[in-house]
């Protein structure tokens, strides 16, 4: 299910190129993404997880929703997110911490 949610942004990141079926915001963020990969905030959307200042619960559930770093992360639709098993609203204020200390809340689609 997360890979699904994370199909475009990660084409965008991997490939490069966006697939014609994603539009809005998503893409919108995907493509600011791609032209902004070497701004020294963008760098840590590639950072694993286990490398970052986060709680342990945050590494547990991350890992389990299928998620390595946080590129993964604000890729994924996170309304589809919010509906896995190991989602936790403690888990969504954490990640909005972490974004906001770092310059990136800009990244998460509300």
């Known amino acids: 299910m997360v890979a699904y949610a994370m199909r475009g942004c990660l084409s965008v990141l991997c490939c490069g190129a966006l697939r014609p079926s994603e539009a809005g915001d998503r893409s919108t963020?995907?493509?600011f993404m791609e032209e902004n990969l070497q701004d020294p905030?963008?760098?840590i959307?590639?950072?694993p997880l286990k490398e970052l200042p986060v709680t342990e619960t945050f590494l547990l559930r991350s890992k389990l929703m299928g998620f390595s770093n946080l590129g993964e992360i604000v890729c994924a639709d996170l309304r589809?997110?919010?509906g896995l098993e190991d989602y936790s609203e403690r888990w969504y204020f954490e990640l909005i911490s972490l974004l906001?200390?770092?310059?990136l809340i800009h990244l998460i689609s509300r």
Do not use: P
Request: net charge positive.
């Open 45 to 47: 959307l590639s950072v």
């Open 29 to 31: 963020r995907a493509f």
């Open 80 to 82: 589809v997110v919010s």
């Open 41 to 43: 905030n963008y760098t």
């Open 100 to 103: 906001e200390r770092n310059g």
